[in-house]
């Protein structure tokens, strides 16, 4: 490079190069060293703003572009090396994955998961890796998790019990797992869910643990060896031997550096000594100088950089809501409504067509008894107090937590109509989708389907994973006409799930009940009983809800009675008003407190509603598709209404008829129906317990619940510490729906003709390979799965025919030995029949000749 000269106060003219030029000797390096040439520089151009303001000449501008461009040569060295490295580091990491014999150990060691519960797995341990498998056979169904030791520590954990116990961590208690498996793994083998920051294994005895300590070692000290850093560059790289202003980086380059690093705000990020070591900073009185690298380095940046697969920095995209202001709460008390008379002829021409006992979910009703929403939208009025079951999941006692969500039930009734209105039926295929805002920041979502049209059967989802609860119900809707009443009554089980906790609580709905048709007042009250149970914690809540008696006044309306039990104890009793004040009495201490009570302030503080604005929303979204007809009954045009309503439903049979024809099912696009239970959950639901450290937000696109996460880690598909076993033994889906038998040949069908069971055009919402989703599956990860199933049904019915051939042997001796054992009673009758008869004889023997002998001496007498 050629030396430019520089102009310097006093008018002197010097070359470049003895511009920065230092005194020779231990002085020089010392000066050097502590102070760098740029700042030393910076001060010399201070003092000369200070002396005097004298311009710089041409020259100088010309030094400091060849400057930039040759700091810009050497950055592209730096980034041509950096890739090479990471080819380097990228492809020993593969060869040690895939090569079966670089093995440093291999045994099996028990685990210990979330729930504090040891399982085991056969664990390979390679270099820098540790590979978990259910069995010996490493095949991808068998794969658990791939642990990355380069940034874990091991030591040496006290146990009571038998066995040697290590942990294995990381310092900064960040993910310890790999995104994929060996194979290209995304999803674990099924089994109990894995911490994400530690793994606690235990050895058979104390020389194994050893062993695996050693080996652990060995294997960290391999890892140490993949070199990952790019600062220093090759020696045959230009201008190496001198460290000067053009090699180096500007502060605005470290706080990029580091920026892009950095995660949250509470980690720590320090500068490594091997950047410190080489480096030093720009000069701080030419900003324009630091700004123009910075810019130049976001290229290369963006160049290199652009096939990453995370970044943290990446925005989410997610459904709009807005805030949902035009809520309608009816009054406490009575729900009664007054009928014209035209009215009460529609009524009376209705009624004139059915018949007691009949169900009335094919009876269309008129337009002027309907809510203007769906049922659908309906359904979510319970979580208003969602906030509730997050509390609930925070308590540590499980009758506390019982008797919270026996509150939470309870909460979610007072909400109704205006007068006496029924809800629109849903048409087949129609979605509805809102959330509410906690004051934490969480998020409750519902989603719903309307699944099947004959019998009427809806489907939901609600999740909160921030606060640790779902719930997953299917609901199918009944009707039956008693002459001057009529009941809807909603048959199902909704199951909610505490995730960090593992508890499923089932629970039924109460049904609604409308009465004076043909004489009194027409009236709808609530009535049945309802169970909320844990199997788990073995509590149990009865309520039921009365119906007002015949004779009787108003303060026995709306009356909701019920009690928690701890096996066949009553710990509290439950009495109040459904859409009142509630009251819960403690059976130990006798004191009464207020359990719940909807007053004015609990009204107005509740959770906010948010909903999809009209223009984002889909055809087939409640609000959308009944927009006609809700505008006609708010304008009070029940003809409008009754004509828009009319359109939908021979819409709606139309295509019913178009199916028919072309021999095709109706098939879900957001819930699919399990073919053991028969219940039908929501595709992408997440069931894993929300980890601080890696999961940032939850939010809904497209009706799929994602979540953003920070680390990719290893995804289980039962990822939550709730039991794999089924979550309720009661099929939700009884006389009406397909029985599970129909169910496993139609999907026998369709995977015999390779055909998912699921649509394609379902699926658009597979991100398993993004860096911040988790939920969805690809199609190519359904059909893996479903081949899975039918080795499982495989099994499942050759296991029932060995059951069967068992149960016919059993069945064949059961009926030997009941033969065996009427031949031996028969024969027992025999033997005593032919005893008792010799003893007949005999006495008849005994008999004649007594009376013999007496009438011989009796004649002998008579002679004497």
């Not at 007054?338 to 169900?359: A, N, T």
């Not at 006609?632 to 819409?651: P, R, S, V, W, Y």
């Not at 990822?719 to 496993?744: D, Y």
């Not at 699921?758 to 969805?776: F, I, L, V």
Request: a neutral charge.
């Amino acid at each position: 490079m050629s030396s430019q000269p520089i102009v310097v106060p006093g008018g002197e003219h010097r070359p470049h190069s003895e511009a920065h030029s230092v005194p020779v000797g231990g002085s020089a390096d010392a000066f050097k060293t502590m102070t760098p040439p740029n700042v030393s520089r910076s001060f010399s151009r201070l003092s000369a703003m200070g002396e005097g303001s004298q311009k710089v000449d041409n020259s100088s501008d010309k030094s400091l572009d060849s400057c930039k461009l040759t700091r810009k040569e050497s950055y592209k060295a730096q980034r041509k090396n950096y890739r090479m490295e990471k080819k380097r580091v990228a492809n020993e990491l593969l060869s040690s994955f895939k090569d079966p014999t670089v093995i440093v150990m291999s045994d099996w060691l028990k685990v210990r998961g979330t729930l504090k519960s040891w399982t085991k797995l056969w664990c390979i341990l390679k270099p820098g890796l540790l590979l978990l498998y259910k069995s010996p056979k490493t095949k991808s169904n068998h794969w658990v998790g791939t642990v990355l030791l380069n940034t874990c520590q091991v030591i040496e954990r006290p146990s009571k019990k038998d066995g040697f116990c290590f942990k294995l961590f990381h310092p900064l208690e960040q993910s310890i797992w790999a995104p994929r498996g060996p194979e290209n793994e995304t999803i674990g083998a099924v089994m109990q869910p894995l911490p994400t920051s530690y793994l606690i294994f235990r050895a058979p005895s104390q020389a194994a643990g050893k062993c695996w300590l050693d080996a652990l070692e060995l294997s960290l000290r391999c890892s140490s060896l993949i070199v990952r850093s790019t600062s220093v560059l090759p020696r045959t790289l230009p201008h190496d031997t001198t460290t000067t202003h053009e090699t180096q980086w500007s502060e605005a380059d470290y706080e990029k550096h580091f920026d892009d690093h950095e995660y949250d705000t509470h980690q720590v990020v320090t500068l490594d000594p091997v950047y410190t070591s080489h480096t030093d900073l720009d000069d701080i009185s030419q900003p324009e100088n630091g700004v123009a690298a910075d810019a130049e380095i976001s290229v290369s940046d963006s160049e290199s950089e652009g096939s990453a697969k995370e970044d943290q920095s990446e925005p989410i995209t997610e459904t709009p809501y807005t805030s949902n202001e035009n809520e309608v709460l009816g009054a406490a008390g009575e729900v009664v409504a007054e009928l014209q008379e035209e009215q009460k002829s529609l009524i009376w021409f209705l009624l004139k067509q059915v018949r007691p006992g009949m169900d009335l979910s094919k009876v269309v009703l008129p337009t002027f008894v309907l809510e203007p929403r769906s049922f659908l939208e309906k359904l979510a009025d319970s979580y208003y107090h969602a906030d509730i079951l997050s509390q609930a999941v925070l308590e540590d006692d499980a009758f506390t937590r019982m008797k919270t969500v026996v509150k939470w039930y309870l909460s979610g009734f007072y909400k109704k109509p205006q007068g006496l209105k029924k809800p629109y039926n849903p048409l087949l295929g129609e979605t509805f989708r809102c959330y509410w805002q906690h004051p934490n920041g969480s998020r409750t979502f519902y989603l719903a389907e309307q699944l099947s049209h004959h019998p009427p059967i809806s489907g939901f989802y609600v999740t909160n994973r921030q606060d640790g609860f779902t719930i997953s119900a299917t609901i199918i809707a009944k009707s039956k006409f008693y002459g001057n009443s009529t009941s809807a009554v909603l048959d199902g089980v909704a199951i909610l799930t505490m995730l960090p906790r593992g508890e499923d609580y089932t629970m039924t709905i109460p049904y609604a009940h409308c009465k004076g048709l043909l004489m009194g007042t027409l009236s709808m009250e609530l009535g049945g009983k309802v169970n909320i149970i844990c199997e788990k914690t073995g509590y149990h809540s009865e309520l039921e809800f009365k119906l007002k008696p015949f004779l009787g006044g108003a303060e026995l309306m709306n009356q909701v009675v019920g009690r928690i039990r701890l096996g066949k104890e009553t710990l509290a009793t439950i009495s109040g008003y459904w859409d009142g004040q509630i009251s819960i009495t403690d059976k130990r201490t006798g004191q009464e407190n207020a359990f719940f009570n909807p007053t004015p302030e609990i009204r107005k503080n509740r959770l906010k509603k948010y909903t999809v604005p009209m223009e984002y929303q889909g055809p087939w979204e409640s609000e959308k598709l009944w927009h006609a007809v809700t505008l006609a009954i708010d304008n009070d045009d029940q003809f409008a209404a009754t004509q828009a309503k009319t359109q939908l439903e021979e819409a709606q049979r139309e295509r019913a008829k178009e199916r028919k024809i072309l021999g095709q099912e109706w098939v879900p696009k957001y819930f699919v129906q399990d073919i053991i239970t028969g219940n039908w959950v929501y595709r992408h639901a997440d069931v894993r317990p929300w980890d601080p450290r890696n999961d940032v937000v939850q939010y809904e696109e497209n009706y799929i619940v994602r979540t953003k996460t920070r680390h990719k880690t290893p995804i289980m598909r039962t990822g939550s510490i709730v039991s794999t076993e089924p979550q309720s033994q009661i099929p939700l889906l009884q006389a009406e729906s397909r029985s599970s038998l129909s169910v496993l040949k139609s999907s026998k069908r369709q995977l015999s003709n390779n055909m998912p069971l699921t649509e394609p055009a379902h699926d658009s919402g597979s991100s398993s390979a993004e860096a911040h989703t988790d939920s969805s599956q690809s199609l190519g990860k359904r059909r893996r799965s479903t081949a899975r199933i039918i080795d499982i049904i495989k099994e499942v019915e050759h296991q029932m025919l060995e059951h069967g051939e068992k149960l016919n042997r059993i069945q064949h001796i059961v009926e030997q030995v009941a033969k065996k054992q009427r031949e031996y009673a028969e024969l027992q009758h025999n033997k005593n029949l032919f005893k008792s008869f010799l003893d007949v004889v005999f006495i008849l023997i005994i008999v004649f000749f007594t009376f013999y002998f007496a009438n011989i001496w009796i004649r002998d007498s008579n002679k004497g």
